[in-house]
């Protein structure tokens, strides 16, 4: 196990009142808050008027900037920074989902760094302060609400790029399950399609003697495993959507890999399909993860079999680690399509014509490789991509 230091101080607020705090919780952040939004579910729903109504019931003064489109653009950000700067706005409460939150926590950086911000999700410049934020949650699946990381895309070129770092770290989030009732079933399958992925992202790794990570990992995972089918065939079943949303925040609050080195190709080979074409991220790791295992395993079979035998329950002679991991991936495509997933780009009508621009991407601003458990250069990552096909 590696050196670590652990500090996720993001409170959780969790259950089926969650919303109900977020005036006081917001109210704790700072007196005026932008409020930013989605596209229109949390209107039609009803929460945003909830949501009001709680703020200005806790004193809160907010302005408001709604229309974050999934896989979130630096021109809106942009737009959210000259108005939070222009109403002198304190904090910034997201009601949505990763794209809501991650634009809110790319305005609050844009706020209290006051400079281009761009140059941070490139790695070229490093984040150093945020004016703070808070979410209600309606989808669980990118984490965001507890995350390091915040995705952003810029329409100049089309790049789809994170920051990490603590500074970003939301003060808050409310979760309640009932808010996910309304989410349409493709949205389910995705979400539950990116929480396993950070999970796996971890769980892929060199590092050695990390017994306890790994028992928590394959503990969430198998978790997620059998509640996702049940919430997928039963938006309204409480109970396993409520696994499912702690899990989504667990998966990617950096509990779970302390003390490892994650392996996190896969969201890069994945974020250059979402940063160009109109498809969910969840959706698109549906297709990169089983072909990223099949081009990789080899490099480390022990852990592909321990996730084959732990994690998907492959039970065959030992004799044959192959097959035994080759297994353990068609039952993962097995459980993606159960939750409505593709598993390949032809599925989602994506052709062989840009993966080469696609792969050069993926390592254009890191040194020309993507990935630790074992680095690809752009021809791994083109190959995988042609697995995907
Ligand atoms: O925009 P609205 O109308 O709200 O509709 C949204 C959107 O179309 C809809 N939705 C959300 N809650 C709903 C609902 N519809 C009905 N009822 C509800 N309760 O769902 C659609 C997807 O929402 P989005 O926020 O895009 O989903 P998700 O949470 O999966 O976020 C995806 C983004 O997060 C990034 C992804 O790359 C992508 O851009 N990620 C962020 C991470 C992070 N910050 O830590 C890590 C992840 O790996 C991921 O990369
Ligand atoms: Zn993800």
Redo the contacts with the bound molecule.
Sequence with gaps: MLDFTFHNPTRIIFGKDAQGQVGKETRAMGKKALLH??????VR?GLLDQVKASLTEAGVDFVELGG?????VLSLVEKGIALCQQEDVDCILAV???????SAKAIGVGVAMNEDIWPCFLGQKKVTATIPVGSVL??P????ES?V???ITNEDGWF?R?INSPIILPVFACINPQ??F???PY?VG??CT?ILA?MMERYFTNTKNVDVSDRMLEGIMRSVLLNAPITYQNPKDYDSRAEICWAGTLA?NTLLDRGRIGDWAS?GIE?EI?GIYDI???AGLAIIFPAWMRYVYRHNIPRFLQFATRVMDVDMAMDDPDAIILESIRRLENFYRSIGMPVRLSEVEIGDDRLREMAEKTVVHLGGTRGNLIPLTADDIEAIYRLAL
Excluded at 37 to 42: F, L, V
């Design positions: 939004y989605g596209g229109g579910s949390a729903s974050v489109q999934p896989n979130p949505g989902g990763g794209s809501v939150i991650d309606t989808i699946a990118a984490g965001s995350s990381s915040c995705v789809k994170g808010l996910t309304t989410l349409p949205q995705c979400g990116d950070h990617h969201h974020m979402s969910a991220h969840g």
